[in-house]
């Protein structure tokens, strides 16, 4: 594997990797949001099934909702780490 002969500059390789980040927070706060939007959706349709019998479907949208609340979790992780690696770079710019 050949390895790149110009030497980087550090600072514009620190602000490429703070734009990569700050790109990527986007994206994953936009992600955050639909996926917010899939479980009020979803604990809508719960209410509307809780009025009736369907343990299997209830059961099923149960394990849906959860499923989507841990990827919230793991995305609201995943934030805060760029948050606290990136901070200084985004207050200062």
Known sequence: MATPTAPLDYTEERASDSL??????????????LITAEIARQNRTLNGLSTRSDALAISLLRRDIHANEAECRDIERMIAALDRRFAAAWSSG
């Open 20 to 33: 990569q980040a700050a790109y990527f927070r986007g994206a994953l706060a936009d992600q955050q949001a």
